[in-house]
């Protein structure tokens, strides 16, 4: 299913790399590298990979995904433990649909605060927010083959 070179969205490190296979106790992996941060190698079993890592979406998901982040309206959770365990669980998921959520309430959270309705979220949680949209907009650059850097405003602009 996947070769060696291979971009993939693995569920925790986000746009990834496939380096190589190589078996370990008669079993094959590949090895995955995250782009981003520089992390240690990732061991994904060959035969289980569904839950771990992803294929980049085509452009046509990707419209998919941002019609979907038009529809989501902004949503706090007022209690601090499942907030976090609301995001923690979508964010952790790899599902692209959960990340496009997770960064359309970050979007929320800021729109909010800058026009003074304050909208109280810890660290923690806009740090699960802000890696959400780190990964779609990765993810989202890759599909509409289009640079890290404009991918923000070509968003926002099909969500207008």
Do not use: C, W
Not at 91 to 115: C, H, I, K, P, T
């Amino acid at each position: 299913m996947y070769k060696v070179n291979d971009k993939v969205i693995h569920a925790r490190e986000g746009l990834s790399t496939i380096m190589s296979v190589t078996e370990m106790a008669g079993n094959q992996y590949f090895v995955v590298k995250a782009d981003r941060g520089g992390g240690e190698s990732i061991y994904v079993p060959v035969n289980n990979t569904g839950s771990l890592i992803r294929p980049i979406m085509d452009s046509k998901a990707a419209d998919e995904v941002i019609n979907y982040m038009k529809s989501v309206q902004a949503e706090f959770i007022s209690n601090t433990k499942q907030r976090r365990d609301q995001y923690k669980r979508r964010l952790l998921s790899g599902n692209v649909y959960d990340l496009a959520y997770l960064s359309r309430q970050l979007y929320f959270f800021n729109y909010y605060n800058e026009n003074g309705q304050v909208v109280k979220l810890g660290p923690t949680d806009i740090q699960m927010l802000i890696n959400a949209e780190t990964i779609l907009y990765d993810e989202l650059a890759l599909s509409y083959q289009k640079s890290r850097d404009k991918i923000e405003e070509f968003v926002i602009a099909k969500l207008k």
